[in-house]
Structures are given as structure tokens and as C-alpha cells.
């Protein structure tokens, strides 16, 4: 008997079953169908501004920072200004996106490069698939768009987000991911980002930049 | 396999950590930091205790279907790209990871934090073959220096202060200035992120464990606060996830309702830093990512725990709560309890594990205070469980002779009502009289094992039986 058989063979006898009851596939196959949601908090079930705002404030807490342009015109902008206010070299590395691709960086002196990470880069820029309002979480999708490797490799990380793509809760954000992958599918990886890199390891003293990025920036973009 | 372990020398273990005077220090952090930061977190979130419900029957869901579940997952990882190896025991899996690791021409492994890989002892086996695996958790990292066991399934260098870490880093650590300035710890953080930057860039293989299992998608999933998980599993060639069976949950919006404890339960955050779902192999157009994805399942024991009192323990999402709260934990540490999981879970998994003759005394090291399972966000009753193995351990005959005759005497007089009243009234009685000067004893005959670390109260010179039949009288006279 193979490994396999074997092991599905103890759980059965544990479990006095058999496998093939008709019920119980009945009911394991309705689960994975309907997904059920469970307990969602109150707190994230706002709109509108509410909904930005609550975004914000938990993304704060996470010790990102954050901030607001009104168009992804502004994002180049907003970018320049910050790489300079941490008195951070000009440059900046970001996949193939075409939100961020269509962006005014001419309007910068950014030295601007693409592809993923091979751990040398200082800052780059990613675009989020979306966002969490609940606990001001960033999700992320793999792919030469937004390759994972600008999520942990620079130490300084800066996320573009729409305001629009940013939901109460992480099951709309599941929505969406099935109605871009297909139901049951999913991107090699999703990252699901709530603030900088940090590590509590060394007596238990909160430490920000421990592989990961020592500082998250997100501009939300609003329009 | 051998099972390398010093859980049969507990109550050596125990003397020795309480005598520790670095160890005592630093425990001193795990009663200071997670219990505040668990509750604050808490009290944050009005839907947690209905959330706590909420995982727990999803694991108790997932449980009974477990076979129907795996074959959903092993159907959907192998869709994406991925392999599924199944491995009964420890061995096995050691096995199956060696010959990954070979085919892929590994000289260097990076490793996320799990402890399943310490279960099979993944490091010795892989050193042993000539593959050199690198933890990359800065507190698995600083313990694979000192070659020792993880003493806290969340935080494994909590038993540490900053000068011990100091040291080693400056014995290992050749390559650096040796005048260099490592006094505070974020210097320390700083050194470790340089080293190990290098070895994930030069790893040939990544091992990550799973916090969950999604049969919906065939996703595994990892949460970490450094993102160290993430660079050792998206920038080698092949990334292994090593699982035990019972990690698995239904679907994503199950998992969602998990993670909402999860984080919340073990650091008090909202949220930990990265949680990241990984599905199959780099796509097609990937830029970057692993090109080879296995899974291994191992069985280790669990299937053997279905069905029986000990399966509510398969429930557990490794948060470490309830040895964060419990008041053995803060006084000896994790090491003492000799193996791979510490604490209330560690005292009913442990004897699953790897006997109860080799670690059936470990329940015995609780003052069953019930906070384990008033904190355990997926509500395992840790004391419950912990007196199903002390009746065990008495039925097989496991428990020492002294304890042994001493319950048996107790049964004696318990058994006789009267006498037993007689006895005790006489004993209240004695010992009050006799301690009614100091209120207390430094010594008492044949409990030296108490009064060798604290005075014994001396009681009122009345028995509890006495003054309730007294109180009663009063009331109904």
C-alpha cells in the first residue's frame, strides 16, 4: 500500500468511514461551491469616504504611511516628493503594469527601471489589486505586471492603490480574485501586505526592516 | 526514527530553568508583552468570541471530512502545477525532501519557520546528507547557532536576551569588524538581515512550513511579520511546503475567518505582516517566482488522533496563547518540556506524538487554571485534554510509586466518608493549633517539595466540610 492509501485509509478507519457516502461528498462538495462567509466585522462594512478613511487609519496602524492624490497623474509627483522628504536616491524599479506604465514619470528626474528584483534595488513601486478596509490591508497579485519580488526585496516599498478597488473585508476582495482567475483558480501568489517588515525576536522589542521593506508607503488614488 | 528528546527529564529540566537566572530574565518578556497585546486586540474586534466559534467549527468541519478534503486539495495543487507527497511518518518525509533537494542539485537550502520541520528534523537530516539548511526567522536563525530547540512555537528565541544573541554573533559572524558596535538590538536585526540577504540569494531550494491548507484552490499559506518566508519560497528554483494533514480548511473564506484569530491570538496584531497564498509554480509570463512547487503531507500521527478524545488538538493553529498565559510556561520556559512543542499544547500533543511513556508526565506540569482554554482561539479544552492523559499514564501504570500509594491513601479515606471527615478534622485541627503563632510553616513533614521554595498557610484549624455544615445550620435554623 502506498503512502497515499495508506493515510487516507487511517483517517477513514478513525473517522468510521468509508469515503464514498454519498452525503458527505454531498456535503463537501456544496461547501467548496457555495463558500459559505462566516463572521465578517461590523467595523469595515462603510462606503464612500468612511470607507478611505477607515482604510487609512488601519494602515497607519500598521505603521505605513499613507497618502492621497486625486488622480494617477499626481502618483509620479507624490512619489519624487516622498523619495526626497526620506532623502532617498532618485530612482525607482516597478514591473509592467499598465496603470503605473501610464503614468507621467517624465514629469519627474526619477531614474526609472523595470523587472523584477534581484535584491538590488533601494525603491520600487508596485500597484495593489486591491485593498482592506478592516485592517488596512494591501493585496497583491503575482505576475510581470507587479512580480512579487518588489513586495521584499527593497527597503523601501511603495504601493499604488485605487480607492475604488479598496472593499470592507477580504471576502470581496476573493470576489474579485474569482471573477479575474476563475472560480477555484488562483494567481501564483497573492500577498496580502499590512504594514513594513518587522521582527519581534530579540526580546520581544519591536524592530521595523527585518527582510522585508523598513518602510511601506500606499498612495491611495482617488478618481 | 529516533525522536531526540528530554521530555522524560521534565522535572530535572524544570529545577535547572528555575535556578537560570539568564532564562528567568527573559521570561520575563513573554509574561510583560503577548498577554496586554492579546487582550487589547480583543476587546478591539466586538465579533472575536463569535469568530473564535466560528474557527473552531470550521476545523471541526474540515475534520470529519479530512479525507474528502485532501483529495479536493491534492487534485487542485496538481492542476496548478504542483506535486502532493504524502509521508506516513517522519522518515518518509526526511525522504521524500532529501530527494527533492538532490534532483534540484541543492547545495544550500533556505528555511521559513515550522515546526512540523522540526517534528522530522529536517535540519539534522539534511546536514547529515551534505545540503547546508539556513533558518532565515531571525529567531530560528540566532537558535540554529546555538544549536538548540525553538522554546516557543511563535517566538523560538524568547528563552534569550540581547547579550547572549550579542555573543554569538560575534562568534559566527568572522566577517565583520570585530570592534564593531552591537549593543543594541537593532544593530543586531541589522548584522542578521546583511547575512541572511546573501543566503536567500544564493539558495537553491526554499522550505516553507504552512499556518493553512485551501483544498478550494490548492493554496498554501504562510503568515510571517519579517517576510522572510516570502524571499525563501519566491527565489529559489523549487519551493517545498512541508504540511501536516490537519492544516487544511475548506475554502478562502474559511481561511479568512481563521486569520482573523490567528494574529490577534499570538502577537495581538490585526493583522500579521505578510499572509501569503501560494497556488502551483511561476504562470507562464511570471517574472519571477519558483519554477518547481511540492507538498508534502505527513501523517506523523495525526489520522491516529482522529476519532478519539485527542482530536480537538488537531484543531490547533499554532498561535502559542495558551503557553503565553500559563503560569508552568513563565516559571520554565519551553526547553523544559524536552520536545518540539511547549506549553498546554505542547503537554497534550507532545505524548500523541511520541508516547505517552516518554511524555505522559508533561499534563502532570499544569495547575490546571483553565486560562490555556479560556484564551485558545479555536477553543481546545487544553485541561480536559490534559487530564485524559494523567488518567492514562495512572491506568498504565506510568505514574512513580510515591504518587501512586499517596492517591491510593487518599482513595482510602475518600472512600469512608466519615473517617475521611474524622481524619481531616483532626489534621485541620493539629496544624491550625500548631500554626496559630507565625500563620504559617517553613516546614512540614512530607511536604518538603512545597516549603522548600514558600511557607505553607496555616490553615483555620477548621475543614471546608465543617464550616459548611456549620453555615448551613445557621441559615436554616
Known amino acids: 500500500m502506498s503512502a497515499r492509501d495508506e493515510i487516507f485509509a487511517g483517517i477513514r478507519r478513525s473517522l468510521g468511514v468509508n469515503g464514498s457516502e454519498t452525503i458527505r461528498r454531498q456535503i463537501v462538495q456544496d461547501r467548496l461551491e457555495r463558500a459559505p462567509k462566516g463572521v465578517i466585522p461590523a467595523r469595515g462594512q462603510v462606503s464612500g469616504d468612511e470607507r478611505i478613511a477607515l482604510f487609512k487609519t488601519m494602515a497607519e496602524a500598521s505603521l505605513a504611511t499613507v497618502t492621497e492624490v486625486n488622480s494617477p497623474g499626481e502618483v509620479p509627483q507624490s512619489i519624487a516628493l516622498f523619495l526626497r522628504n526620506h532623502n532617498l536616491p532618485a530612482t525607482l524599479r516597478m514591473g509592467d503594469d499598465p496603470r503605473l506604465k501610464a503614468m507621467p514619470w517624465g514629469e519627474t528626474t526619477l531614474e526609472i527601471s523595470h523587472g523584477p528584483s534581484q535584491g538590488g534595488d533601494l525603491n520600487a513601486v508596485s500597484h495593489a489589486f486591491g485593498g482592506v478596509a478592516e485592517t488596512g490591508t494591501l493585496a497583491m497579485v503575482s505576475g510581470h505586471e507587479n512580480p512579487s519580488t518588489l513586495n521584499f526585496l527593497p527597503d523601501n516599498h511603495i504601493i499604488v492603490v485605487s480607492a475604488k478597488d479598496i472593499a470592507s473585508d477580504y471576502e470581496s476582495v476573493w470576489n474579485r480574485v474569482r471573477f479575474s482567475f476563475g472560480k477555484g483558480s488562483m494567481p501564483r501568489t497573492v500577498n496580502w501586505i499590512t504594514g513594513p517588515s518587522r521582527s519581534g525576536d530579540i526580546e520581544q522589542t519591536l524592530l521595523l526592516g527585518a527582510h522585508g521593506p523598513r518602510r511601506l508607503h500606499v498612495i491611495v488614488v482617488r478618481e | ?477
Request: aromatic content about 8%.
Open chain 2, 1 to 477: 526514527m529516533t525522536v531526540h528528546t528530554t521530555s522524560p527529564q521534565f522535572k530535572q529540566n524544570a529545577a535547572r530553568a528555575l535556578h537560570d537566572s539568564q532564562l528567568q530574565k527573559a521570561l520575563g518578556n513573554v509574561k510583560q508583552g503577548f498577554i496586554d497585546k492579546r487582550q487589547a486586540a480583543a476587546d478591539k474586534l466586538p465579533e472575536f468570541e463569535a469568530l473564535r466559534d466560528s474557527a473552531r467549527d470550521i476545523k471541526n468541519h474540515t475534520l470529519e471530512h479530512l479525507d474528502l478534503y485532501l483529495e479536493a486539495y491534492e487534485q487542485k495543487v496538481t492542476a496548478s502545477g504542483g506535486h502532493v507527497h504524502f509521508a506516513r511518518n517522519a522518515d518518509e518525509a526526511r525522504r521524500i525532501i532529501l530527494d527533492i533537494c538532490r534532483d534540484a542539485g541543492a547545495k544550500t537550502v533556505t528555511k521559513g519557520k515550522s515546526m512540523i520541520s522540526e517534528e522530522i528534523e529536517i535540519n539534522r537530516h539534511l546536514e547529515a546528507n551534505g545540503i547546508k539548511p539556513v533558518e532565515t526567522d531571525l529567531g530560528e536563525y540566532i537558535i540554529q547557532l546555538r544549536n538548540e530547540l525553538p522554546s516557543h512555537i511563535i517566538a523560538p528565541a524568547v528563552h534569550l536576551n540581547a547579550t547572549q544573541v550579542e555573543q554569538d554573533f560575534r562568534r559566527v559572524h568572522k566577517q565583520f569588524d570585530a570592534k564593531r558596535d552591537l549593543s543594541e538590538p537593532v544593530q543586531l536585526l541589522t548584522e542578521a538581515r546583511a547575512v541572511l540577504r546573501e543566503r536567500f540569494l544564493a539558495a537553491d531550494v526554499g522550505i516553507t512550513g504552512a499556518n493553512f491548507l485551501v483544498a478550494e484552490t490548492g493554496t498554501s499559506i504562510i503568515v510571517t511579520n519579517e517576510g522572510n518566508g516570502d524571499l525563501t519560497q519566491i527565489l529559489p528554483k523549487t519551493h517545498i511546503v512541508l504540511a501536516s494533514i490537519e492544516k487544511l480548511v475548506p475554502t478562502l473564506e474559511d481561511v479568512s475567518q481563521l486569520l482573523r484569530v490567528l494574529a490577534r491570538s499570538a502577537t495581538g496584531q490585526e493583522m500579521s505582516v505578510y499572509t501569503t497564498f501560494s497556488t502551483g509554480p511561476r504562470r507562464a509570463g511570471d517574472a519571477d517566482g519558483p519554477e518547481n512547487y511540492h507538498v508534502v503531507l505527513i501523517d506523523n500521527g495525526r489520522s491516529s488522533m482522529l476519532g478519539t478524545s485527542f482530536e480537538e488538538m488537531l484543531r490547533c493553529i499554532r498561535c502559542g496563547a495558551c503557553m503565553n498565559h500559563c503560569p508552568v510556561y513563565h516559571a520554565v520556559g519551553g526547553h523544559a518540556y524536552g520536545w518540539v512543542y511547549p506549553g498546554p499544547m505542547g503537554a497534550v500533543l507532545t505524548p500523541s506524538l511520541i508516547g505517552v511513556d516518554k511524555a505522559g508526565h508533561l499534563p502532570n506540569a499544569s495547575t490546571f487554571c483553565g486560562r490555556c482554554e479560556s484564551v485558545c482561539p479555536v477553543r481546545i479544552p487544553l485541561p480536559k485534554l490534559m487530564r485524559h492523559w494523567r488518567e492514562r499514564e495512572f491506568e498504565r501504570h506510568l505514574a512513580p510509586a510515591s504518587v501512586r500509594s499517596g492517591l491510593g491513601l487518599w482513595g482510602f479515606f475518600a472512600r469512608r466518608p466519615s473517617l475521611y471527615r474524622f481524619a481531616t478534622r483532626a489534621a485541620m485541627a493539629t496544624l491550625g493549633f500548631a500554626g496559630r503563632q507565625r500563620g504559617r510553616f517553613s516546614w512540614l513533614p512530607l511536604a518538603k517539595g512545597w516549603t522548600k521554595h514558600r511557607d505553607f498557610p496555616a490553615p483555620q484549624g477548621e475543614t471546608f466540610q465543617a464550616r459548611w455544615q456549620r453555615e448551613r445550620n445557621r441559615r436554616t435554623a
